[in-house]
């Protein structure tokens, strides 16, 4: 009768085993990673397409701003409306039109914060939403002087109160949001912070030097790209 022999793994063939496995981490590791999408990269994404639905349900909404553009006395071309309307809750006809359209951001900021359903945090100027993004407007000049009707800028921390509280080319958009300039001086990559133009007429521009958002806005394939600009710095 035969014994049956146990056989084990001698201590050489564990060490080239091991070794094979940390081999096969050192090259797919780093691949894995640089297919991961960067978190802030996704969320300016995120942010911006936000703004962009609710510029577009704002301008679309008749009952808060109807077609003045042909009108013969006191023409509009969108946002640069200041006038309540009874069929606009949140901007009701207890709001009178006025000829210094002071009140004309203040009726955009207003709806702009309650479709978001976010959280003010100075006045209607400052707001935080659901998902922490940290928002601030400043800058409102809607008018009628021109065919875009004025603007108003708009500038988002996408990761809140997280560091780096940065913008492109170095920027922090400290009077909008708070922080420090100097901390962002010599910052490349790894923002956090962008600013965009909203127009009178519903068009919306990233400023240039964000470009990191710009790019983030992109097509899907920009957000996991190893060139992606946004990559944390070493």
């Excluded at 039109?97 to 309650?114: H, N, P, V």
């Excluded at 780096?164 to 922080?179: F, H, K, Q, R, S």
């Amino acid at each position: 009768m035969m014994r049956r022999l146990n056989k084990a793994f001698t201590l050489t063939e564990l060490l080239v085993a091991l070794g094979v496995i940390a081999i096969l981490c050192a090259v797919l590791l780093p691949v894995i990673f640089n297919l991961m999408p960067n978190q802030n990269t996704i969320m300016a994404k995120r942010a911006y397409y936000t703004i962009q639905t609710v510029v577009s349900d704002l301008i679309n909404d008749e009952a808060c701003y109807p077609d003045r553009t042909s009108a013969i006395n006191n023409p509009r071309v969108g946002f640069d409306d200041p006038a309540g309307s009874p069929n606009c809750t949140k901007w009701d006809e207890n709001h009178l039109d006025d000829s210094t359209m002071t009140q004309a951001a203040d009726k955009f900021k207003e709806l702009f914060i309650d479709k978001l359903g976010a959280t003010k945090t100075d006045g209607n100027n400052k707001f935080t939403t659901n998902d922490s993004m940290e928002w601030s407007f400043t800058s409102a000049a809607f008018n009628s002087g021109n065919d875009e009707g004025g603007s108003i800028l708009l500038t988002v921390d996408v990761n809140g109160k997280d560091a780096p509280n940065c913008g492109g080319n170095g920027y922090a958009y400290v009077n909008e949001l708070g922080g420090d300039d100097a901390s962002c001086k010599d910052r490349t990559n790894g923002f956090d912070r962008f600013r965009v133009t909203i127009k009178g007429n519903g068009q919306i521009t990233i400023n240039p030097s964000d470009v990191w958002a710009i790019n983030a806005v992109k097509v899907n394939r920009n957000i996991t790209s190893d060139k992606n600009s946004n990559d944390e710095d070493d």
